[in-house]
Structure formats: structure tokens, C-alpha cells
């Protein structure tokens, strides 16, 4: 649902994610792949990142 998607993808420009990956994300999640946005300390990220590697997935850490 594009209307959905639009939703979604404004209030993450908000937390400190740059334009051009925003920009990216929304056109992921049009391609119905998911988002997952999550919030912790360097070594969470560090964990949620191998993890995600683990299954075929990826990450993007935005500090903000």
C-alpha cells in the first residue's frame, strides 16, 4: 500500500536516517521487503548485524 509506505517513510527521515536511504527504504518496502528499526547501544547493533547476516539479511546503522 503506497499510502502506507509514504507514512512510514517520513517519520524515519525524522530520526536521523539520510534522504538518500530513506529514499531507498521506501522503495524496499514498495517492493514488499520489510524494515526493522530498532534502537540500543554499539554493541547491539554489532549482534543485531551478524544476526541479520546469519539469515540472508542486512544492515544499515544511522546514528542520530
Known amino acids: 500500500d503506497v499510502t502506507g509506505v509514504?507514512?512510514?517513510a517520513l517519520p524515519i527521515s525524522d530520526m536521523g536516517i539520510?534522504?538518500?536511504?530513506?529514499?531507498?527504504?521506501?522503495?524496499?518496502l514498495?517492493?514488499?521487503?520489510y524494515l526493522l528499526i530498532a534502537s540500543g547501544t554499539a554493541d547491539d547493533a554489532s549482534r543485531a548485524r551478524s544476526i541479520l547476516a546469519e539469515h540472508g539479511g542486512e544492515a544499515a546503522v544511522h546514528a542520530g
Not at 530513506?22 to 524496499?28: D, G, H, K, Q, W
Not at 514498495?30 to 521487503?33: E, P, Q, R, S
Request: net charge positive.
Open 6 to 8: 509514504q507514512t512510514c
Open 18 to 28: 539520510p534522504k538518500d536511504k530513506t529514499i531507498r527504504y521506501e522503495a524496499e
Open 30 to 33: 514498495k517492493a514488499n521487503k
